[in-house]
């Protein structure tokens, strides 16, 4: 599954070709695409014209995000462009899901290529089918890179740390004085 803005730099058109490539390949698969945008028709289309209706569903905008992450075996996000590590990459892991993801912005923070799911070059469909089609095929990779997501999110990426993380930014911007009050 996806879930994103449907927009060109999520890498939605590349995920609905990595899935006729697959289904070329005689792979069995669905993928649903979760979220709304400017682009969502034109990704739409685009599978209708690869004759996709039986593998690639667009389920709109989700309000049980973490039912939805549940149904999943596997979250894809190829983004184009620079972001930090987008948050729907860590509800996946969270979730115990492995991942597929473009090495774009700040995922190698997060995703580890081989060990929590597989990282592909941006823009690579070919790249990006190829790693669905290894997880699509080993359920038992899937749950054992599900499993260090979870893991590494709980590790590295729990609430706690990250406020410490903050607060010792701000303690060093501060040089360890209080604010004075505005």
């Known amino acids: 599954g996806m879930v994103a803005r449907m927009i060109p730099e999520k890498g939605v058109g590349e995920t609905i070709r990595a899935c006729a490539a697959l289904r070329d390949r005689k792979a069995s698969f669905r993928m649903k695409i979760a979220g709304t945008g400017a682009s969502k028709l034109e990704f ?65 923070e997060a995703v580890t290529d081989g060990k929590e799911g597989f990282v592909v070059p941006p823009g690579d469909t070919q790249a990006l089918a190829d790693a669905l089609g290894r997880l699509i095929a080993a359920p038992a990779v899937r749950r054992e890179m599900g499993g260090r997501a979870k893991a590494r999110i709980a590790r590295d990426f729990n609430a706690q740390d990250m406020v410490r993380d903050i607060v010792r930014v701000y303690d060093d911007i501060l040089g360890g004085q209080e604010p004075t009050p505005s």
């Open 44 to 108: 739409e289309r685009l599978a209708k014209d690869l004759n996709l209706g039986e593998q690639v569903e667009f389920v709109g905008l989700v309000k049980d995000i973490i039912g939805f992450y549940a149904g999943l075996d596997v979250l894809v996000l190829p983004s184009l462009s620079t972001e930090g590590i987008p948050i729907s990459v860590l509800e996946a892991m969270a979730a115990g899901r492995p991942v597929v993801v473009a090495s774009s912005s700040g995922i190698p």
